[in-house]
């Protein structure tokens, strides 16, 4: 019997053996942490704390602005030394708070302290979700307390855990799962009771036969919960892909997973809101996956949030040969790094250093019209229409072909013989949409508001007159009666 899956993808270099063995070691590094205030989709967090403010791990060092935000944790005890912009894995300074570790990774009061979740409304589980600075976990970085906050609470009918981890190289998800299953099914419990008509669903791609085998031992017994096993296929962890693969449903840019009646969350999120809500314990922590061909001792590590790349890296061994390539993340929708002084941040997965850059050694050279990248879309778009539109600044013509629906996956970079950068055009494509699209808001306002005041103008003029005339009517009637 086939396995379920989606139409489209493909079939890259796993490379999951260097690390998938390696169990999940815990790092906590001296020095400098570094924490963003901009570590999810939404408004940046604003800095809660002053230069020279001593903090504990588990204190909130910047506050949510606005509903689609998250609050940023301390990982760890120490001073704020530097409130400013910092270089982040994108290349962008962001703004941050800077905290010298003191060593002591002293914790605010009651963190640690158990908790029943029974005993806990949907509101207060919601509340805590919130507090504890929680976002998605497996690369969006979506505040959690947002996703678990439908419409209707009624129409949600699946609960997805995303375990498929279909990136190659990673394995800081299978390694979760192989230890710290138990709370993964605790932290989908606690999802579940906020839905009472929503089945959960563990969705493991079958390249991971001991995940699925232990988390179906763990789930015995669990009527709500089961665990599926999904073709792999690249990207098969697609929040859009995941949802067809299992549901049978679709959705596009334009919807909300709830629309299809349904929410996903990363396995590692899972565990964050376990941690929160039974054991009073704030987004502090993540493991990442340090691993690749140049690596000397591929790794899983558990680190504070906040360390830099660079000291986690010589931390488990450093580099056997030199790398060609530095990736923040897998080599499908990674970013290259130019610098390994950037920090982790919520959404961070891992850090991959090849000894050859395959984008390098393979030049580019022109369209054949084989059209695999056509055949390869999840998201059954045509690569070749949209990259001539990207290329000659046709705009409308780009989001015509629905270019806005690309999920940026690279799936149609990596299948495309001629190598061309499909992905990167389509990306910048899809910023400038985005841009214009904000210019045009913000025109609309301007105009809006020219024309409120435009308007508020003529009715005041209109106003002053009447009275004018009154006033003069009235000195005409008084000069008559004389």
Do not use: W
């Not at 815990?26 to 809660?48: N, R, T, W």
């Amino acid at each position: 019997m086939s396995k379920a899956t989606f139409k489209g993808g493909a079939h890259p270099y796993e490379g999951k053996s260097l690390s998938e063995n390696a169990e999940i070691s815990l790092l906590d590094l001296p020095g400098e942490y570094v924490f963003p205030m901009s570590q999810h989709i939404g408004a940046p967090a604003k800095p809660c704390v002053n230069v020279g403010d001593n903090v504990l791990a588990g204190q909130k060092i910047g506050e949510a602005q606005g509903f689609i935000s998250a609050d940023v944790i301390s990982s760890v005890s120490g001073t704020v030394k530097k409130i400013e912009p910092r270089m982040q894995t994108g290349g962008q300074p962001q703004m941050s708070v800077v905290v010298e570790s003191d060593g002591r990774f002293e914790t605010v009061p009651g963190v640690g302290e158990e908790r029943s979740a029974a005993d806990l409304s949907k509101e207060e589980i919601r509340d805590l979700v919130k507090a504890a600075g929680i976002t998605g976990m497996g690369g969006a970085g979506f505040p959690t307390y947002v996703k678990l906050m439908p419409k209707d609470d009624e129409a949600i009918d699946y609960f997805i855990a995303n375990g498929s981890e279909c990136e190659p190289y990673l394995t800081s998800d299978y390694r979760l799962m192989m230890e710290e299953g138990e709370k993964i099914i605790g932290g989908l419990k606690i999802c579940l009771k906020l839905f009472p008509n929503a089945k959960g669903i563990i969705a493991i791609e079958d390249n991971k036969p001991k995940a699925i085998e232990h988390m179906t031992k763990l789930c015995a017994g669990e009527k709500r919960i089961e665990v599926k096993a999904l073709k792999t296929k690249y990207p098969e962890g697609g929040e859009r892909q995941l949802i067809n693969a299992v549901t049978g449903r679709y959705i596009n840019s334009s919807l909300l997973p709830a629309d299809a009646g349904a929410i996903v969350d990363n396995v590692a999120t899972l565990i964050a809101i376990y941690d929160a809500v039974v054991l009073n314990t704030p987004l502090m922590q993540k493991v990442i996956t340090v691993t690749g061909d140049a690596v000397k001792n591929p790794s899983n590590v558990k680190v504070r949030i906040g360390s830099s790349y660079k000291d986690i890296l010589q931390a488990v061994g450093g580099l056997k040969t030199e790398a060609r390539k530095l990736i923040c993340g897998g080599p499908m929708m990674g970013q290259a790094l130019f610098d390994l002084n950037v920090p982790v941040t919520k959404p961070s997965s891992a850090l991959c250093a090849f000894a050859h850059d395959e984008v390098e050694e393979n030049p580019t050279t022109p369209c054949i019209r084989c059209a695999r990248c056509v055949d390869a879309c999840p998201e059954f778009l045509v690569p070749p229409m949209m990259v001539r539109a990207a290329t000659h600044g046709d705009l409308e013509g780009f989001e015509a072909l629905n270019g806005m629906e690309c999920m940026e996956c690279g799936t149609c970079s990596y299948v495309c013989p001629a190598r061309r950068p499909l992905t990167q055009i389509f990306k910048q494509a899809r910023k400038m949409v985005m841009n214009k699209r904000r210019t045009e808001a913000a025109e609309k306002r301007q105009r809006d508001e020219l024309e409120r005041i435009a308007k508020e103008a003529g009715e005041a003029a209109k106003k002053a007159a009447l009275e004018e005339l009154y006033e003069a009517s009235k000195k005409a009637t008084a000069k008559a009666l004389k």
